[in-house]
């Protein structure tokens, strides 16, 4: 009997059946263009456009596109896309559908419908068997192409499904097939050369690259590992973990900033763009470290009311720490790492929309360590909340998730105010103004 069926491995391969499909090109190129360098789960633009995709991820692809040419155009979810894509016959497709819909619908402030469809996507995925080598495997012998889009796009569902849990109020992870053995994503030659000779490497074989190091990562991979921490920090933070528990994910988090290579490291490439894999794997990870500590730390009873901000998901279980001020200094260091992060670039239209919802937890961090004063001069934070509220702004202008969480930011900050010991009025002051800008 064989290992994968029949039925299965087709699903996995194009449907040659289908007619050429409807496409309005530079809606496709803005896509591409925008948002497919953070969330490369589709074949390069040539490629995909060539295999003669299904109408309705056609329809996803200008749909999300809009939002770069004309958002104001995009303010309407058209109902029968998601009639169709739930019509169509299971296929790799129809995953990618709903996982680019599901980030999609969080950046436009649509909670409910980001946590359906990559529910959704998780369903269908397992139905497929994304989640088994051995369909990876055959699919590589037929098409080397298509078996890297599949191994991304699982991995995809992972990340998109931790994050969602780790930056939206009521997150909840669904991803409950266990830790995948599908090989880690790789980088984009094996779409160019379709090279099927280039060694995979699946979870299994990180902690083995603790001890021998032969074998280095593509940024995709590095940031799935980024998001394997930041899952298990996520579950720390909602159970009582045991301080050998903590101990060990930090370590795991000191490991991978050290084993990050110095040339992912830097995030910028060569022509000065920001490299938007490694960016994010940047991002995941700090925000493992703001998971792990928050609990532990001597924010807690500063921390202000953020229950109903939408990209905050305050710890909801403390565990007091004899090394509470530890793990405050962890927690504070990567909340400056994430704004860090804003000021590599001035064009922020490539950028993940799950970022400013990591720049919300970034300033709730700060603010409230600026209303106790972790030992830091009045004000210390005031640059690097200027930084976070600049690039929501811009952001704001693609998608409604970064506008709105200006004035959150602001509310946070009057209430800092009022019951800090040391006020600090000029960053209230500034951000009370770019609320204005951002809603006129």
Not at 11 to 28: E, F, K, R
Not at 115 to 137: F, P, T, V, W
Not at 353 to 369: E, H, K, R
Request: glycine share 4%.
């Amino acid at each position: 009997m064989p290992l994968v069926s029949n039925d299965l491995a087709q699903a996995c391969l194009p449907d040659s059946s289908q007619g050429i499909p409807q496409m309005n090109i530079h809606l496709v190129k803005a896509f591409y263009e925008c948002f497919h360098p953070a969330h490369p789960i589709l074949p390069p633009f040539e490629i995909w456009t060539a295999s003669l995709p299904p109408q309705f991820l056609v329809n996803v692809v200008e749909f999300i596109g809009l939002h770069y040419t004309s958002p104001g155009q995009a303010a309407g979810y058209p109902h029968e896309l998601w009639v169709t894509i739930g019509n169509a016959t299971l296929s790799l497709e129809k995953v990618q559908a709903y996982l680019l819909l599901s980030i999609a619908l969080h950046a436009r402030k649509a909670p409910d419908g980001a946590k359906e469809y990559i529910g959704s996507a998780i369903q269908c995925s397992y139905e497929l068997g994304l989640h088994r080598r051995e369909l990876s495997d055959a699919m590589k012998i037929q098409n080397v192409a298509r078996a890297e889009s599949m191994r991304r796009t699982l991995w995809e569902v992972f990340i998109v499904d931790t994050l969602l849990a780790a930056v939206q109020a009521g997150g909840t992870l669904q991803f409950s097939m266990g830790t995948p053995d599908v090989p880690l994503p790789s980088e984009d030659a094996i779409f160019e050369d379709g090279n099927s000779n280039i060694p995979l490497i699946s979870v299994k074989d990180l902690n083995r690259r603790l001890f021998t190091g032969d074998e280095q990562l593509s940024s995709l991979a590095y940031r799935v590992e980024a998001t394997l921490i930041l899952r298990q920090c996520v579950i720390a933070c909602e159970t009582y973990a045991s301080e050998d528990t903590v101990q060990i994910l930090d370590s795991l988090i000191s490991t991978w900033f050290h084993r990050w290579p110095q040339g992912k490291s830097t995030i910028l490439m060569s022509n000065g763009h920001v490299d938007q894999i490694d960016f994010q794997a940047a991002m995941i990870i700090n925000c493992a470290s703001i998971y792990l500590h928050f609990p532990r730390s001597s924010l807690i009873p500063y921390l202000p009311t953020t229950r109903e901000i939408f990209c905050s998901r305050p710890p909801s279980n403390t565990a007091p720490s004899p090394n509470a001020q530890m793990h405050t200094a962890k927690i504070v260091n990567a909340a400056v790492e994430l704004s860090k992060l804003g000021s590599l670039s001035t064009s922020v239209t490539r950028h993940t929309p799950f970022f400013p919802c990591t720049l919300v937890l970034s300033s709730i961090v700060q603010l409230t360590a600026s209303s106790m004063q972790v030992g830091q001069r009045p004000g210390k934070y005031s640059s690097y909340l200027a930084l976070n509220i600049a690039v929501l702004h811009s952001m704001g202008t693609i998608w409604d998730l970064a506008a709105s969480d200006i004035g959150k930011i602001r509310d946070i900050a009057c209430e800092v105010e009022r019951t800090s010991t040391q006020p600090n009025k000029d960053i209230v002051e500034y951000i009370s103004i770019q609320s204005v800008h951002s809603s006129s």
